[in-house]
């Protein structure tokens, strides 16, 4: 087999041709420019409650984020908007937008899913800009992390199960870069983290490519809380 033969074998098992492959990589990575490593989710409380300690103890947590909180919310908020920007859907962009916007939880979550998706929207305005962005963004009032990752991948023309997996890897990868300073946890123990983590984010991002809006729903309490309370902490190093 050629190495063009390889390739193009690579890519159609993974759906994903090396210009699609190249912008996801780069809008999900830590370099990225959405102020993500300055939010924890609420992660800084529960560390400093006692409900995270140690690494078994967040990756309990994160778990339980991704299969019932935040994780799988914003994955099928994803997932509905990509669909909506790339062919149309019964349910139209905006309206996607808008129960995103108003699904989070309280009030500095709802900074750190607003703030990072108007960043989202500016930097691939400004450098990765394509045809139909600002007509898009036009028919959202606010738009939110996630829907934001979805509107620009489907209309960059990534396809959505791989845009999906990489933006909960990118997600869990900052839950643990937040827990890691606050515990704290050394770089094999966040490591070990995530590699523990993969099967629920796979099984998370499998969910919400089949679920509806009416799916939609937070089971992950405490983690709620902790997103409240955050923002009476006497000393804080993170704005979530």
Sequence with gaps: MTTSERAGSLEAMIGLDNSALYRLMTWLSPAFPVGG??????????????????????????????????????????????????????????????????????????????AQGRAFIEISRSAWSCEGLDAAVLRCETIVYPVAVGLVGALHGVPLGPLLHGFLHAVTSNWISAGSRLVPLGQTDSQRVLAALEPVVVATAERALVASLDDIGSASFRADLASLRHETQYTRLFRS
């Design 37 to 114: 490593f300055s939010y924890s989710s609420g992660i800084e409380w529960a560390v400093e409650a006692g409900d995270i300690s140690d690494a078994a103890a967040l990756r309990g947590w994160l778990s339980t984020m991704l299969t019932d909180g935040a994780g799988f919310s914003d994955a099928v908020f994803l997932a509905h908007a990509h669909r909506a920007a790339e062919l149309g859907s019964d349910t139209p962009l905006s309206e996607v937008a808008e129960l995103a916007a108003a699904f989070v939880p309280s009030r500095e979550r709802q900074l750190e899913a607003t």
